[in-house]
RNA sequence: GCGGACGUGGUGGAACGGUAGACACACAGGACUUAAAAUCCUGAGUUCGAAAGAGCGUGUGGGUUCGAGUCCCACCGUCCGCACCA
């Protein structure tokens, strides 16, 4: 191993530069912490001593720690530093309790920016790509990030991407991937296809633009096959939060329900159409139905529409319907009727009307429903408009039956049945049995008319991207074979260097030779499949490729069953859905074509899942109407009074909102500058402290410069002690005096408080945790006999302990000022000794009639009676009694005493 | 519309049902300094009071409890997710 220059401290015993004579209760002056030089010292340290590189030791429990991997856009933001900040604590910390850490780094580098860098600025997007990559890795960096990046990986990396292609042919073969042509979501600014998840209000989630519906082939992944257990799986997720749970679950969105097939009067329907099949969740609300209707694309409605010029118009304004939230709000629910009547399942002659309605998804169910106006606010709408009948058929608890009615509002929760003839007085849930149970009996053209089903709203995965910058399907089109699978000795399929980017549309199509090829199995002129896989594909499996970034296999399954589930990821909500979810999904989809298997007995890949909060900024906006960056103004005044001044032209500047950093905004502070002028320590101190980490943080200077004065402080504490108590080898005494033990109970009590609230990933607190103390060593300096040069020195080095994995370059420094010639990245966090964490004397409170009138210094191994004698001696208890009698005493020991009278 | 989260000083926020406001930022006063910065000390929820002390205080109104910021119900407000899902 390459020996450690741990010589660097700015200070040695004996040093110098201080004063020979201490006087610990007056300031001095000390040569003051230099952050930014000081940083670089121990990063050096670091990286020449390879400590951050895991291997798998099975000698210490394992632990994964995981910060979503960044887009290479050009530079870190804030939203990154404090992402990596809190990974990097959690990391750090976890290696001092003993833990074998993984804590990778690497690029999501596949994607649109480069491809739109390469158009505007005829870059070729590789070399935007690792261009950004270099001076970004540089930026982390410069955070002192615990990041083993002897793993790095890219994306755009043939050494990835071809692994990826590896597991799309088992994924093929499986049957998990394939081939439709279907409705897609059409991004024509970007000129590719959208996943439902990546569509965000109508608009695409990258590009704002207002998304069409297209009649496209593109790759599917089977997603829908896995909902069940991605539902299912959820509850195993304690450790994630509720919200993200419930969104997922929500967008999973399982419902139950029955499949029921309506046979059509003959007279009435189209040739060669005898029955309609809708989908409900509501069949004991049958009796209650007064239509059915389907969608404009549903085959009934395309039949009808053949021999009525109306309905075939109406129709079609139902497909031009836009599919933004605002046309959809603002459009009635309108509907044309076909002329078809169907027969209700339990009563031959009844019959209602068929109906092509514009709320209708052909997607959704079968793309038809029976309607039940007094059962759903939606088909009672339709019901007033078109005058169709509402029957209540649930007597809400509470109502009498020959008095209830509705109006215009639908009753859609349970209650008991009524105008339901056999079902009359069931509950919902027995009537829904009944009625489902009748239907599976009954027989219709040869089957049962009704079919329990579960239903879900997830769609499956469209993945084809028509992009350059993406892993390219690995599949050829031959006219005789039809879509054959790429050879896996052929692999990597790799993009071509030569591509243009001049026009819209996909490059690849457009390439003069690239996708000729021969066909794998007949060898006749063939072409390869010139769309390319959807970004998120690369992102489901990297943290299964970090396990073994070098394999030659996509997984080293020894590997990745010794490091999974990653055991903490962290990363942005806006995730919830989209990454999570898929990655969910992928971890099971390559476990069943045999890549991955995991260790436990889960299919998880994030054991616990943290979301962190955002970075906000004040916005400034000039007189002209333009956003100018904070480096842009200064401020006069303060509290009410303060303003901002537009120092390029000295006019006032409105102070706007405080909002998420944004380009658009320029409410942006860049990392870069922070480091170099505060250090890194101070933006990850910074980042950490005051807003609990879930919830969004405001950047402000003072917040910075507070966070710098911290530091010199921690610096000054730990030299004053250092410089007082130089000898690193002291003998812990027998005895404490008073002095001591009160600076040994401080520090083993917030030795406990920090550890267990990093564990908790709450860092505010632990970070209060610290400056609380620091306060408490500060004002202890200078006491003491000889016993406090232990006491001090103990103190000291668990202070230094405890930033340690939040400020962790100044943690260095000061460990090697107080004269330890070892890296602390390599030390254990020290163990508490319990009996320091208990004081002998508690205070608890006195309460009269739950109102605190006093407190009581009492032994905290009272006994009951005397903690109430000695409250009922009090004088403000007395007085508050005002002579009442004492009628119970409630003593919670050690904590409180309650005087009822 | 449906689902969910959150409402605590000037500000960010602490608080196993048990002394609300820890800790920090900002502020004010003082010390040091020729001065500033830095540092150190002190103060501060609010009302009344010179003080001791007392009243009121965790969005609003109820409830449970010896005791509620915390649990329950209703309402108001803010934010987030989904959105014709049958």
């Known amino acids: 191993m390459t020996p450690l220059n741990l010589s660097g401290s700015l200070r040695r015993p004996g040093s110098k530069t201080g004063p020979t004579k ?26 020449t001593g390879r400590i951050f590189e895991a291997s798998e030791d099975e000698s210490k429990p394992k632990c994964y720690v995981l910060e979503m991997f960044p887009y290479p856009s050009g530079r870190i933001h804030m939203g990154h530093v404090r992402n990596y900040a809190m990974g990097d604590v959690f990391a750090r910390y976890k290696r001092t309790k003993g833990f074998n850490v993984l804590h990778p780094m690497g690029w999501d580098a596949f994607g649109m920016p480069a491809e739109n860098a390469a158009m505007e600025r005829k870059v070729h997007p590789g070399k935007w790509t690792y261009a950004n990559i270099d001076t970004m890795r540089g930026q982390l960096k410069s955070m002192g990030l615990s990041l083993d990046w002897s793993r790095e990986i890219a994306t755009c990396s043939p050494d990835y991407y071809q692994h990826q292609q590896k597991l799309f042919l088992d994924l093929l073969n499986k049957g998990i991937a394939y ?24 608009r695409g989630w990258r590009s704002g633009a207002l998304v069409e519906q297209r009649e496209l082939t593109q790759w599917f992944f089977k997603i829908t096959d896995y909902a069940d257990e991605l539902l299912r799986d959820l509850d195993t997720l304690t450790n994630w939060p509720e919200k993200v749970r419930l969104m997922q679950a929500n967008w999973i969105g399982r419902s139950e329900g029955m499949l029921i097939r309506w046979a059509l009067d003959s007279k009435t329907a189209p040739k060669n159409i005898s029955e309609l099949e809708v989908y409900t969740t509501r069949p004991d609300t049958l009796f209650g139905a007064s239509f059915l209707a389907v969608a404009a694309d549903h085959p009934i409605a395309r039949a009808a529409s053949e021999n009525n010029v109306k309905l075939a118009e109406f129709c079609d304004e139902c497909r031009r319907m836009g599919t933004s939230v605002a046309e959809i709000e603002a459009a009635e629910k309108r509907g044309f009727d076909t002329g078809i009547r169907a027969t209700h399942p339990f009563d031959p002659n009844w019959q209602l009307p068929v109906y092509v309605a ?9 793309g038809a429903i029976f309607g039940c106006p007094s059962g759903d606010q939606r088909d009672m709408d339709f019901a007033r408009r078109y005058e169709l009948p509402v029957v209540p058929v649930i007597l809400p608890p509470g109502e009498d039956a020959a008095t209830f009615a509705l109006k215009n509002k639908a009753y859609e929760d349970d209650g008991v049945m009524m105008n339901s003839r056999f079902l009359d007085g069931l509950s919902t849930q027995t009537a829904f049995e009944e009625a489902a149970m009748r239907l599976e009996e009954q027989i219709l053209n040869g089957k049962p008319q009704g079919a329990r089903k579960v239903n879900f709203r997830l769609r499956d995965w469209g993945i084809s991207r028509q992009r350059y910058w993406g892993c390219p399907i690995p599949v050829v089109h031959c006219a005789d074979c039809g879509v054959v699978p790429v ?33 794998p199995k007949c060898a006749k002129p063939a072409q390869r499949e010139t769309d390319t896989m959807d970004t998120f594909v690369d992102s ?25 589930p990653v055991d903490q990821y962290i990363g942005g909500i806006e995730h919830a859905i989209l990454h999570l979810l898929y990655s969910r999904f992928f971890a099971r989809a390559m476990s069943d074509t045999g890549h991955l298997s995991f260790a436990t007995n889960t299919r998880e890949p994030f054991a616990a899942l943290f979301t962190q909060g955002m970075v906000t900024h004040e916005t400034y906006l000039s007189q002209d109407g333009y956003w100018l960056l904070p480096t ?41 500058d922070i480091i170099a002028h505060y250090g890194a320590d101070c933006a990850r101190w910074f980042m950490l402290s005051d807003s609990p980490p879930e919830r969004d943080v405001i950047w402000t200077e003072a917040g910075v410069a507070g966070a710098g004065r911290f530091i010199q402080r921690v610096w000054r504490i730990v030299d004053d002690i250092a410089e007082k108590y130089p000898d690193a080898s002291l003998k812990r005494p027998a005895e404490f005096g008073a002095d001591a033990l009160e600076v040994r109970k401080a520090a083993h009590r917030a030795l406990d408080q920090v550890g267990r609230s990093i564990e908790a990933l709450r860092f505010n607190v632990a970070v209060a945790n610290v400056h609380e103390f620091a306060n408490v060593l500060q004002s202890a300096l200078g006491k003491g006999g000889p016993d406090m040069a232990y006491a001090a020195r103990e103190a000291a080095s668990f202070l230094v302990t405890m930033i340690g994995p939040m400020m962790p370059h100044l943690a260095e420094e000061c460990w090697a000022r107080l004269g330890y010639n070892r890296l602390l990245a390599n030390e254990p966090w020290p163990s508490v000794e319990a009996p320091l964490l208990v004081d002998d004397q508690v205070t608890i409170a006195v309460q009269v009639n739950g109102k605190r009138r006093d407190e009581l210094v009492i032994s905290r191994t009272a006994k009951t009676e005397d903690v109430e004698a000695a409250a009922l001696k009090l004088e403000p208890v007395i007085r508050a009694l005002e002579g009442r009698p004492v009628k119970k005493v409630i003593v919670v020991p050690q904590r409180i005493v309650n005087v009822v009278g």
């Open 540 to 564: 489901s499996w990297y943290f299964v490729r970090f396990t073994a970034p070098k394999s030659q296999k996509p997984v080293d399954k020894k590997a990745a069953q010794y490091w999974l």
């Open 358 to 366: 514009n709320f209708i998804l052909m997607d959704y169910g079968t």
């Open 632 to 672: 842009d103004v200064r401020f006069e005044g303060d509290g009410s009074t303060r303003k901002a001044v537009e120092i390029a032209t000295g006019r006032p500047a409105a102070i706007g909102s405080i909002e998420k950093m944004s380009k658009s905004k320029k409410n942006l502070v860049d990392p870069d």
């Open 487 to 519: 050879a896996e000795t052929d692999l990597p399929i790799t993009l071509p260097e030569d591509a243009t980017f001049d026009k819209p549309g996909n490059p690849l199509d457009r390439h003069p030779t690239w996708k000729h090829c021969p066909c």
């Open 179 to 202: 081939r439709k042509s279907s409705k897609v979501n059409w991004d024509p600014v970007d000129h590719t296809v959208l996943a439902n998840e990546q569509v965000i209000d109508g």
């Open 22 to 47: 201490r006087d610990f209760t007056t300031p001095m002056s000390t040569e003051r912490y230099n952050a930014p030089e000081r940083e670089k010292h121990w990063q050096h340290a670091w990286e």
